[in-house]
């Protein structure tokens, strides 16, 4: 770390009082933004899912599990795929916590894949999570989200994802979608976010981001692993897909894209 500048105690308060203000700005801001993010408007599914987890097949309406809103975590997890993508993995580190207060609050968390049931099970097992995870492996809902990409769409080289055309980059991308169901049972989309929308929900970030060496990265996420591989040599090739490393390529177009 290069050297950094010392003063007084009277002098650092002084700065830090300055960067308060500007703190509680941000704070004030984002609370109007939280107003502004409930107050969208809405869109009804009109379109039904099945999905496949611990409990065999579900509908949308199903793992609602009783409560009236929906948070849907889309994880990078192809059906080729030998395990799932580390950046989503670290955001998945982050559900079990707060999961266990939402539940209590009428909110129902759910992870979704596009990988078999069978290769999410091995792998949530692995890592230790709690939290439900299903697949959606032979549905259309992660394409309908835009979090999933075709053959045809690789091929054209143009996608549209964070609500914009971009280039095509990976076949799978993260995101995130809420749903509400009413009480007559109709299920509506309230918000989406994709690429750094969901940065505001990784916890360990923002402790890193109140010390000095910050997040200490070179590139977008490039020093997280998977939690269990933190002390193992890093491994040939990519983490996901088994090409040379198009993860660390994601990443980086994901950081510019928003």
């Known amino acids: 770390m290069p050297a950094h500048k ?5 002098e650092w308060i002084a700065a830090r009082k300055l960067l ?24 009804k599914v009109e379109k039904s899912y099945v ?56 909110v129902s968390v759910v992870v979704v894949s596009r990988a078999p049931w069978s290769k999410i099970e091995t792998f949530k097992r692995r890592m230790g999570w709690h939290f439900k995870w299903v697949s959606s492996h032979g549905s259309d809902f992660n394409f309908d989200h835009n979090v999933s990409f075709t053959p045809e769409q690789e091929a054209k080289g143009k996608v549209t994802y964070n609500f914009e055309a971009m280039d095509y980059m990976f076949d799978e991308l993260p995101g995130l979608s809420v749903f ?14 994709y690429a750094r929308g969901g940065d505001i929900l990784l916890g360990a970030n923002n402790f890193l981001d109140m010390t000095p060496k910050g997040r200490n990265e070179t590139e977008g996420m490039d020093w997280v692993r998977h939690h269990d591989r933190y002390d193992a040599p ?3 090739g990519s983490c996901c897909a088994g090409e040379s490393d198009p993860i660390s390529e994601m990443r980086r177009e994901l950081v510019k894209a928003r």
């Open 180 to 193: 509400y169901k009413d009480g007559k049972g109709d299920i509506f989309r309230t918000y989406s976010a």
């Open 234 to 236: 890093e491994e040939d």
């Open 20 to 43: 308060l203000e500007k703190e509680k700005t941000l704070t004030r801001m984002s609370d109007q933004l939280s107003a502004e993010r409930r107050a969208l408007p809405w869109v």
């Open 6 to 10: 010392v003063v007084s105690e009277k």
């Open 51 to 106: 999905f496949e987890g611990a409990r065999g097949k579900q509908s949308l309406a199903e793992l609602f599990g009783g409560r009236s809103q929906l948070f849907v975590y889309h994880f990078m997890f192809g059906p080729d795929w030998g395990q799932g993508c580390p950046s989503c993995s670290f955001f998945a580190d982050h559900i079990d916590g707060p999961n266990l207060h939402l539940k209590h609050h009428d």
